[in-house]
Nanobody
Framework: QVQLVESGGGLVQTGGSLRLSCAASGRTFSYYAMGWFRQAPGKERQFVAGITWSGDITYYADSVKGRFTISRDNAKNTNYLQMNSLKPEDTAVYYC???????????????WGQGTQVTVSS
């Protein structure tokens, strides 16, 4: 079992930055690929960014490429999502997810956090 707790969400103006953190506990964090997803009101949950267990490969949705950066610190059992140049359309609840095995962009993750709200004002 892996428990995931997100933090770092909040209200920011257009063009601002936030850094989300996802702290993991339970099974060995370093064996899990990690992903970030988001869900806006009335919309489906969508993949935002992902990173392999070793941190050597990352993948981003086209909508955030060049603005968001995912990283991880296996020694701290934490992964991060640095979000820059935020836009109102980035407003959503952001979820951290863990998956034993390869990085995927679908929602086929084994464990999910409770989510953290990100609101970007125009």
């Amino acid at each position: 079992q892996v428990q995931l707790v997100e933090s770092g969400g909040g209200l920011v103006q257009t063009g601002g930055s936030l850094r989300l953190s996802c702290a993991a506990s339970g099974r060995t964090f370093s064996y899990y690929a990690m992903g970030w997803f988001r869900q806006a009101p009335g919309k489906e949950r969508q993949f935002v960014a992902g990173i392999t267990w070793s941190g050597d490969i990352t993948y981003y949705a086209d909508s955030v490429k060049g603005r968001f950066t995912i990283s991880r610190d296996n020694a701290k059992n934490t992964n991060y999502l640095q979000m820059n140049s935020l836009k109102p359309e980035d407003t959503a609840v952001y979820y951290c997810a863990a998956r034993r095995g390869s990085l995927v962009t679908s929602a086929l993750y084994d464990y999910w956090g409770q989510g953290t709200q990100v609101t970007v004002s125009s």
